[in-house]
């Protein structure tokens, strides 16, 4: 396709715009960091919750981006939502790669609340009322096993982190981290039975 003008990029649509950018276009690039930046650097402030490494979080989404550009399929994705996708994989990468200490409830209800997240698109109310309400049954449910077992299965599940990493991240053997991640699990298992006997809500 010949590469278009975008001095007035308001007026190119989302479609155009990546593939313009897929192609090294030097205004397209300017014009499509302008038109996402927002919405790139909010999401990555809501997980990180550090200004700064939402930053350069926002830097590196839109270096990934331009490198996955020239594959971007708009049948399977808006733009937006192709590139928010790219921006929660990045914040969580960045969150992990920061955790020098074993993981805190607010570190923990990051991972949570980012994971469960169905659509990183724009927030609707109801989603996000869902999201909360979801986040605080997990934390609740992690919060009654031992703390060790906590982190591990947090890790494991919500933050993607290998047993291999979460032995370095808690300063223990393989086999440990292991253990912690079946345990926990057992235990989330056993009281989600024992809540099903009782016929009680989920906490």
């Given at each position: 396709m010949?590469?278009?003008?975008?001095?007035?990029?308001?007026?190119?649509?989302?479609?155009?715009?990546?593939?313009?950018?897929?192609?090294?276009?030097?205004?397209?690039?300017?014009a499509?960091?302008?038109?996402?930046?927002?919405?790139?650097?909010?999401?990555?402030?809501?997980?990180?919750?550090?200004?700064?490494?939402?930053?350069?979080?926002?830097?590196?989404?839109?270096?990934?981006?331009?490198r996955?550009?020239?594959?971007?399929?708009?049948?399977?994705?808006?733009?937006?939502?192709?590139?928010?996708?790219?921006?929660?994989?990045?914040?969580?990468?960045?969150?992990?790669?920061?955790?020098?200490?074993?993981?805190?409830?607010?570190?923990?209800?990051?991972?949570?609340?980012?994971?469960?997240?169905?659509?990183?698109?724009?927030?609707?109310?109801?989603q996000r009322?869902?999201?909360?309400?979801?986040?605080?049954?997990?934390?609740?449910?992690?919060?009654?096993?031992?703390?060790?077992?906590?982190?591990?299965?947090?890790?494991?599940?919500?933050?993607?982190?290998?047993?291999?990493?979460?032995?370095?991240?808690?300063?223990?053997?393989?086999?440990?981290?292991?253990?912690?991640?079946?345990?926990?699990?057992?235990?989330l298992?056993?009281?989600?039975?024992?809540?099903?006997?009782?016929?009680?809500?989920?906490?």
């Amino acid at each position: 396709m010949d590469v278009v003008l975008f001095s007035r990029a308001n007026q190119v649509d989302d479609v155009t715009l990546v593939a313009a950018f897929a192609l090294g276009d030097e205004q397209a690039s300017v014009a499509f960091v302008r038109r996402f930046q927002d919405s790139v650097y909010g999401l990555a402030l809501s997980v990180t919750r550090e200004p700064a490494l939402a930053e350069d979080v926002s830097q590196e989404v839109f270096v990934r981006a331009w490198r996955a550009a020239g594959s971007y399929d708009p049948r399977r994705a808006s733009v937006l939502t192709w590139l928010l996708t790219i921006t929660r994989n990045a914040a969580i990468d960045a969150v992990r790669a920061r955790r020098a200490t074993p993981a805190t409830d607010a570190t923990l209800e990051r991972l949570i609340y980012v994971a469960l997240r169905s659509d990183p698109g724009p927030d609707d109310p109801e989603q996000r009322a869902l999201t909360t309400l979801e986040s605080e049954r997990a934390l609740r449910r992690l919060r009654a096993l031992p703390p060790e077992q906590a982190r591990a299965v947090a890790l494991a599940v919500f933050g993607g982190c290998t047993a291999a990493e979460i032995g370095r991240q808690e300063n223990i053997p393989v086999g440990t981290a292991k253990t912690r991640i079946r345990g926990g699990l057992r235990r989330l298992r056993d009281s989600l039975k024992e809540e099903r006997r009782d016929g009680s809500p989920p906490r």
